[in-house]
């Protein structure tokens, strides 16, 4: 079984030292979250290939390719390699004298956060981070003033490299014969530090989220009211119980979260350079349309144009609007095996809030745009949508980036229709190509209810989004679009569930996945309906475009059907272009790179075409052309 994105892929490696060529053709492919050890008498060049990998330059690659995080490993220097997080620990490390092993340490990391555009640490600082790693592992501090290596024995040598690994927090860790010559005492030690140092990347990460919670809890977010500060204690509470997901989990199984999981992000704070409306123009629906504006996370009024306190930030309805903010904020979205909502709830701060009073009509569609331009944050937007009884309103919500930095959001967006009620929602993801996106939209309808779910994702290096409906009262209707455009080493996961919990109620989902590159799309969709909930009529269809060899779609539909007078199908599809299709186009006189791009537009096409905002239907196909290059 495939796990998440690869990390490293090593095709045909032939490698030779001193003209004797070692390596005679090695291929492996190691994924994040993956655990490989690799075997083989002496000679065979374990060593040969852990040395390759870290650049060292005794070694002549005869043949083959290395990729790592999608880069040519080859083409970089050690150094390089080490600050894109690939670490050795040596099978038999070098003494390195007149250097504390704390000097050292202290240089090694902040050559790291000096390439990831990180602050130094100063020696103070330093020192306490260390006691941290320390205790992680279960060292002490007797090593850090003695020169790297010199004098150590076997075991405290090891015991070292393990100490670095800690320390500088590598994506990928190769350990070259780290138990040889150890006698067991030495082996069960350097064995434990292992386990542990496994155990504090699952939950360090967890524990700073938490500390930086209670740090913002008691700082300006300790005066929001009794109601909102339970709801955020109970979101982190069950945060961390639940910890970040990993592989093992069958919801999380064809995706991993290590990337966020092991970074380092920071709560973003307010932009001390709010962009212009020359700089947010090409993200605009309208130029004078509804919309609010919120960069980083924050609200901001000079570039929105809220109406009264029915389209209005969360923060300003908090204390404005506060029983019917109370009424539906946390109601919808579970937390209960969703960390990620969790922590989002946690968060609550700002967002949109938009809200339709009975038998209104909204006549322009409301552009809610989420911007981003920090780097190495995280943002954790709440947005509440409330359309009451025969209300109707449309309903845009972006997320976009002002620059290619990789940051963190994470959305929870809850929706409540009301009986009769209609309401048109559309979801693009354009994050940066390095950002990570993680979002919960939720839908609650009432008797009678329309909802039109349009779902779009171009964005993202990983993405995943929890798409959920409760259809609660008779009679409702939904439809659920879905369009992911990946390339490169995008990952994206797409995750539906819709709760047939009425009976003669409609639902039919279509979801388009097109990947290029090396690219990775998931699908799991699970329609579920409920004893009573008889005449369902639910169809579910998930196709997937492969254009490309390395481009890999997973998907997954599920019927559990508790009612025996339904009518539920699902299908999917996955693979390259019909043949069929492309050489019909090639004989009208159409050139086949034309007709591949032709065809491709018109499968994404298929989706866009179904939304009824045309100014957002023409700014979606503009994105789809340019990136396939269609005129």
Sequence with gaps: MKKGNVLLAVKGLRVAVAGNEILKGVDVTIRDGEVHAI?????????????????????????????????????????????????????????????????????????LRRERGEAELDPIDFLQFLE????????????????????????EKKRNEILQLAVLEPRLAILDETDSGLDIDALKTVAQAVNQLTMAVKTGSVERLVGSYHAWASNGASRAPAWLTELRAGGIARFGDLGFPNMKQEAWRFTSVAPIAEGTFALAKAPTRVPTLDDIRPFLLLEAGPRLVFV?????????????????????VVTHRQDLVRQHLGQYVATQDRPFAALNTAFVSDGAFVHVPAKATIAEPIQLLFLATGNQVVTHPRNL????????????????????????????????????????FHRVQRESSRAYHVAATQTHQGRDSTVNFHAVAFGGALAR???????????GRLILNGLYLLDGAQHA????????????????????????????????????VRPGAQKTDSKQTNNNLLLSGEAHADSQPQLEIYADDVKCTHGSTVGPLDPRALFYLCSRGVGEDDARRLLTYGFAAEILGRMEVAPLRAQLDAIVRGRLAQP
């Design 39 to 111: 075997m083989g008498p002496n000679g065979s060049g374990k060593s040969t290939l852990a040395q390759v990998l870290a650049g060292h330059p005794a070694y002549t690659v005869l043949a083959g390719t290395v990729t790592y995080q999608g880069k040519n490993v080859l083409d970089m220097k050690p150094e390089e390699r080490a600050r894109a997080g690939v670490f050795l620990a040596f099978q038999y490390p070098v003494e390195i004298r007149g250097i504390t092993n704390s000097y050292f340490l202290r240089s090694a990391l902040n050559a």
């Design 132 to 155: 941290q790693k320390l205790k992680a592992i279960g060292l002490d501090d007797s090593m850090m003033n003695r020169p790297v290596n010199e004098g150590f024995s076997g075991g």
């Design 296 to 316: 980083d996370g924050f609200f901001q009024r000079s570039l929105s144009t809220p109406f009264l306190d029915d389209v209005q930030s969360l923060a300003h």
């Design 385 to 424: 949508i409330v359309i009451e009884r025969e209300a109707r309103a449309a309903i845009v919500e972006t997320y976009a980036s002002l620059a290619q930095d990789v940051y963190w959001t994470n959305a929870v967006t809850e929706i409540s229709a009301g009986d009769g009620a209609r309401v048109d």
């Design 465 to 475: 989004h929890d798409i959920g409906a409760v259809m609660a009262g008779p009679g």
């Design 493 to 528: 996961d797409h995750h539906t569930k819709i709760d047939h919990a009425a009976d003669h109620c409609d639902s039919h989902e279509y979801f388009n996945g097109v990947l290029d590159g090396r690219s990775r799309g998931v699908f799991t969709g699970r329609i579920i």
